[in-house]
């Protein structure tokens, strides 16, 4: 078999290097156009990106803005009430500071003048009990002349070794019991001069004895008020 050549004719090449050239440079073109598209492309996706981490930074700092004021408003009203409280507290403490000696002294005279009260008290009670008592005495020994004779006699005790003895009684006293007292002075151990003197400012139960030496007050009165100043010391 025989090898078959081919020869190009002169116009035959020329056509196909114009061929060719036209299909590199359209190529080329569509390369440009497609790196042109991609560079667009890329462009807009950077811009993009850029446009959306500036949005994402500005929502961040919009975010730790607002945290942060939160934060901060927080943290002025924890002080604002902490600085309310120690102002509070300063002012009490300065208050009860000059209120306090006052409310001492208060309590102190209201105490003063609650044991004045209860000495007032105590002293009216008992002057009333030692009222009734000497009532009670008196009507007691008027209805009986035999105690006003033993009366007697206890305080002629008292004047033993007196010369002179002046009895002083109320006078309904004298009276009523004027035997008793006539037999108890006649029986006394030492002999002495005894006078009965009837006294209209005694009460019944009353007796003074009045000595060389002195008086013995057998008042009941008396009696009652050195039981009282017992009492009360």
Not at 14 to 41: G, H, I, K, P
Not at 56 to 77: D, I, Y
Not at 119 to 136: F, M, N, T
Not at 174 to 200: F, M, R
Request: negative net charge; contains cysteine; aromatic residues 2%.
């Amino acid at each position: 078999m025989k090898s078959q050549s081919r020869v190009l004719k002169s116009g035959s090449a020329a056509e196909l290097v114009s061929a060719d050239q036209f299909n590199y440079e359209d190529l080329q073109a569509r390369c440009e156009n497609y790196l042109d598209n991609v560079r667009e492309q890329s462009r807009k996706m950077l811009l993009d990106s850029q446009a959306k981490i500036e949005q994402e930074r500005k929502a961040a700092v919009e975010a730790g803005r607002q945290e942060g004021l939160a934060k901060g408003l927080q943290q002025a009203e924890q002080q604002i009430q902490e600085q309310v409280q120690k102002q509070a507290e300063q002012l009490v403490k300065q208050r009860m500071q000059k209120v306090l000696p006052a409310l001492a002294a208060a309590t102190e005279q209201l105490e003063n003048e609650r044991q004045q009260c209860i000495a007032r008290w105590e002293q009216q009670g008992l002057e009333l009990v030692l009222a009734i008592s000497e009532k009670l005495v008196h009507e007691r020994l008027g209805q009986n002349p035999g105690q006003i004779t033993v009366r007697v006699a206890e305080i002629l005790n008292l004047t033993l070794g007196s010369s002179r003895l002046r009895i002083r009684l109320c006078e309904s006293d004298l009276k009523n019991a004027a035997e008793h007292l006539e037999v108890l002075t006649s029986s006394l151990q030492h002999k002495a001069n005894v006078e009965l003197v009837g006294d209209p400012d005694l009460q019944a139960g009353d007796c003074i004895v009045e000595t060389e030496h002195g008086q013995v007050d057998g008042r009941i009165s008396m009696q009652l008020a050195r039981i009282a100043a017992e009492l009360a010391g």
